[in-house]
């Protein structure tokens, strides 16, 4: 089973694959995470990529699809895997579909995550993740049970993503608005997309995603 998740940021991408992960043992392929990881490590890739992600606008189209292909090359095909976060453009999506026959795998469904823009700034700008898990967190919607201890490991550090501030989350939200929605379409004439209303709570988008998972 290989899936995208599609939304705009904050519409819980991040949270619904870690949950998927969790169910059914599918791995996560996050363009962001991976970006951020060589940004941490001082890659090339990473130091080319810092000040445009900072800035919320997009990394090259090249340099996404071939962190998803080295990925994909490495792994078995029988793990399914969700795309989070990518693709991202029309280039991506063409780019996609040659990853993925070169890797012997079919895409089986494009979910979409609907949300409310206006709340999205409220969502992005309030959440936080451990430093030591990754697990995530909100600061009014879904703060750890015990405040400053992470419910998944027990860790004390969290930290917050420096492009989840209000002015760089209206450029992603531009940049999706204008170059990843319109990808839409090319996946509408396959058949393959799903929709479901992303401003329910995490469980009940869960729910909906298993059950188009199910058929
Ligand atoms: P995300 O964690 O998905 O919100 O991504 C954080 C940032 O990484 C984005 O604002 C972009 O700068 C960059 N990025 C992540 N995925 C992609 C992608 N598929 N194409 C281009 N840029 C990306």
Redesign the pocket.
């Known amino acids: 089973m290989n899936i995208i998740l599609l939304g705009p940021?904050g519409a819980g991408k991040g949270t619904q694959s870690a949950g998927l992960v969790e169910r059914h043992g599918m791995r996560q392929l996050?363009?962001?995470?991976m970006?951020r990881a060589a940004v941490k490590a001082g890659t090339p890739v990473g130091l080319k990529?810092k000040e445009?992600?900072d800035r919320?606008?997009?990394?090259s189209?090249e340099i996404?699809s071939d962190l998803i292909d080295a990925e994909l090359a490495a792994m078995g095909q029988e793990t399914g895997v969700i795309f989070d976060?990518?693709?991202?453009?029309a280039a991506?999506a063409e780019m996609l579909d040659a990853i993925l026959a070169r890797n012997g795998r079919v895409l089986d469904h494009v979910i979409e995550l609907e949300v409310d823009e206006d709340a999205l700034v409220e969502r992005i700008t309030g959440r936080f993740s451990c430093a030591n898990c990754g697990a995530l967190y909100h600061d009014t919607a879904n703060p750890p049970a015990t405040p400053g201890v992470c419910d998944s490991c027990g860790g004390t550090e969290f930290k917050r993503r420096p492009?989840d501030n209000e002015k760089t989350v209206r450029t992603?939200m531009q940049e999706y608005r204008a170059k990843t929605a319109p990808i839409l379409p090319i996946y509408e004439a396959r058949g393959i997309v799903s929709r479901i209303d992303g401003m329910a709570p995490i469980d009940t988008v869960a729910e909906q995603i298993d059950a188009i998972l199910r058929g």
């Open positions: 940021p996050s363009t962001g995470d970006l990529a445009v992600m919320g606008e997009l990394v189209d996404v976060g990518y693709p991202r453009t991506q492009d992603r």
